[in-house]
């Protein structure tokens, strides 16, 4: 038998599934606009790009030694750097290529500066060479000697001791005082290498320490002779011709002058954080082509051109 609600019931029933209704329909157009309203906030969101991670800024200290013949070029890259970055100290001491590159082989600098590779004895220990510039190097003479050139077998027998008076090179009668760079050198090696071909340099004369001390030794000292590179050159030495030729950016590229040396920065494995940036900006094309040249030196690329 079928139990047949009320009128009263009937009504109730109907209003209470018409409300069922109507709230479902509601919840459905509600999904539905939040759907619709969040679709173009995500487009939005995938549209815009991450931001980039902002450049952490550069600090720390680097230590750089070795060559004095590199010296002006890395002091004065040293403090434009510094002047860009603050919160980077570089110190740099010379002291001679060997020890630039003993120190950056032991850990002891961060960079050593050289005008010569290194020895047999660090090619296994991971250093990185970073060519940073070309340096012509020169005879320097006090002005009283009446010499401006000298051939190759000449300053060859000069600094072995076989000629030791002015007046055997077409100068005046006075004898001839050596002034030395000690072993640890990249400037005595260049001269071993390029004139004297590898012979031994005559123990006579005086010893220098640096580019820089032998220059003040050629200047206050009678009828002396040394060698430095360019950017220590000015009018109180004489530089001489080598075989007639003077140094000079174009005889250097066109093979007639030999007395130079291509300038390294290495680094113990590749160079990071800020040794890596000071290398960096001294090898920039702005530093190679303007700062370079206004030091005496050349840029690293001239002879690869």
Not at 6 to 12: A, P
Request: net charge neutral; glycine share 10%; charged share 25%.
């Amino acid at each position: 038998m079928f139990n047949f609600m009320s009128k009263k019931g009937i009504t109730f029933t109907l209003s209470a599934v018409l409300m069922m209704g109507t709230l479902v329909g509601c919840g459905a157009k509600t999904e539905t606009k939040d759907a619709a309203s969040a679709t173009p906030a995500a487009t939005a969101a995938a549209s815009v790009k991450p931001s980039e991670t902002p450049k952490t800024e550069l600090s720390g200290t680097v230590t750089a030694s070795g060559s004095s013949a590199l010296l002006p070029l890395v002091k004065q890259a040293a403090t434009e750097f510094m002047e860009k970055n603050p919160k980077v100290t570089i110190n740099v001491t010379a002291g001679g290529s060997g020890t630039g590159i003993k120190n950056v082989a032991d850990g002891t600098s961060d960079i050593g500066n050289s005008d010569v590779e290194p020895a047999a004895e660090y090619k296994d220990k991971g250093l990185v060479d970073h060519q940073v510039a070309i340096a012509p190097f020169a005879f320097i003479v006090n002005k009283d000697v009446k010499v401006d050139n000298v051939t190759k077998a000449q300053a060859t027998d000069i600094y072995m001791g076989k000629i030791t008076n002015w007046k055997d090179v077409g100068g005046n009668d006075a004898k001839i005082v050596l002034v030395h760079r000690p072993d640890s050198s990249g400037s005595r090696t260049l001269v071993k290498q390029i004139i004297l071909d590898g012979k031994e340099f005559t123990k006579d004369g005086i010893t220098q320490e640096n580019s820089g001390a032998m220059k003040t030794a050629v200047v206050g000292q009678s009828g002396s002779i040394g060698y430095v590179d360019t950017p220590y050159i000015d009018d109180t030495v004489k530089a001489l011709k080598i075989d007639g030729v003077a140094f000079s950016e174009e005889n250097i590229k066109n093979g007639t002058y030999k007395l130079f040396g291509v300038e390294h920065m290495y680094t113990k494995g590749e160079a990071t954080g800020a040794a890596k940036a000071f290398i960096d900006y001294i090898s920039s094309k702005d530093f190679q082509g303007k700062q370079v040249r206004e030091l005496k030196f050349l840029p690293a690329d001239l002879l690869k051109k």
